[in-house]
């Protein structure tokens, strides 16, 4: 018995130990959470995002970002690294093109290249052929570890973030794994950052995001819209700033939405007005009341990652106006379709994005003026 006794000590003093100081990717920093509102008022519960039809992706998943081409075809981004291409209602489904890394968001321009977003390879120009030019991957010498999202201007500037300078995907075991280690650190290295094509430079718009994920521009193009999801709110940023800390109180940086219900990602004109936007997850408490302990956060990460706090699945996207109206929001509680990252809406249909899903999700547009 004493032999045990001493065995389990042994074993015991080893866990603490290692509990407390195996070293993890992610330096925890302290910041102040408010609690989730959880759904009430315009975010009450509904099942309005429930039963989506499907659009098969032939052994791909991830559909993460979807938009209509100026050819009047469909694209999706996948995890595979492909970009798939389909008449809208899912048929003639082909590969456009492969950037061997994962386009996380992408636009077209003038020209009627595909402008994407590539976690591992920046910022890509995709021609009508599907040949791959990369336009930029460092500015100012430092490398673009996590381009997320672009936007292209009228006059051909394009907007796009770099959600993490500590967390690259091509590191840390992908996209996913990336943002969990960004988040749960809350260091706010994300950053939003300007190519301009005549002169082939990248600049930075504005630092100081925590998971700088989608953008959107504003109809009159002199306001960007920015998913901060690490702290569940959404940004209105003046595209004339220059190095713009979003934390200095300027009046260049307004917080449009606050204290999000879930974790925003991308962001997608709609028509009539509106701007998208998909909850990835719902908020998890357990993060929250984290918000002020990094040692705990530190430890979280040396647990099995099956007791990480990742919250559980849940169904959400909503549309706003540019004054901060929220005009639809759809939700499916049981989270059938997974991490339903934004939407893409066309006339008849809405197109649910989704970073894990095999599948495209979509359903008959609600809010189209010819329906009930």
Not at 18 to 34: D, G, T
Not at 53 to 69: F, K, W, Y
Request: proline share 6%; with cysteine.
């Amino acid at each position: 018995m004493k032999a045990f006794l001493k065995l389990l000590l042994v074993a015991l003093i080893a866990a603490g130990a290692y509990l407390c100081f195996w070293p993890v990717p992610a330096e925890p920093k302290v910041w102040r959470s408010a609690a989730a509102p959880g759904y009430l008022g315009v975010h009450a519960p509904n099942r309005r995002l429930s039963g989506l039809q499907r659009i098969a992706l032939n052994g791909d998943s991830g559909p993460e970002h979807v938009a209509l081409g100026p050819d009047g075809l469909l694209y999706a981004a996948v995890a595979s690294g492909r970009i798939l291409r389909m008449n809208p209602d899912g048929s003639g489904l082909s590969v456009f093109t492969d950037t061997g890394g994962r386009v996380l968001g992408f636009d077209f321009d003038a020209a009627g290249n595909l402008i994407a977003a590539d976690a591992l390879n920046g910022l890509l120009s995709i021609d009508t052929t599907g040949k791959v030019r990369v336009l930029t991957n460092t500015v100012a010498g430092d490398p673009i570890r996590y381009a997320d999202a672009v936007a292209v201007a009228a006059d051909g500037t394009l907007y796009f973030s770099d959600a993490s300078r500590r967390f690259a995907p091509a590191d840390w075991g992908g996209t996913f794994e990336a943002s969990v280690l960004d988040i749960l650190e809350q260091s706010a290295t994300g950053r939003i950052l300007v190519y301009e094509p005549d002169t082939r430079s990248t600049r930075v718009l504005a630092t100081g995001l925590s998971f700088a994920n989608g953008v959107a521009l504003s109809r009159d193009g002199r306001h960007l819209f920015v998913n901060e999801t690490g702290r569940s709110r959404i940004w209105k940023l003046d595209v004339s700033a220059r190095d713009l800390d979003v934390g200095s109180g300027s009046a260049q940086a307004v917080v449009l939405f606050d204290n999000l219900p879930g974790y925003p990602d991308n962001l997608t004109r709609g028509r009539d007005g509106r701007i998208w936007a998909g909850f990835a997850k719902p908020r998890n408490a357990t993060l929250d009341t984290l918000a002020d302990k990094p040692f705990l956060r530190k430890l979280t990460l040396r647990l099995p990652r099956a007791w990480w706090p990742i919250p559980k699945p849940y169904g959400h996207v909503f549309a706003f106006t540019e004054d901060g109206r929220i005009v639809a929001d759809l939700q499916d509680p049981d989270g059938a379709y997974p991490e339903s990252t934004g939407v893409t809406e066309t006339a008849e249909r809405l197109y649910i994005q989704s970073l894990h899903a095999g599948y495209l999700g979509w359903m008959p547009n609600p809010l189209d003026s010819g329906r009930d």
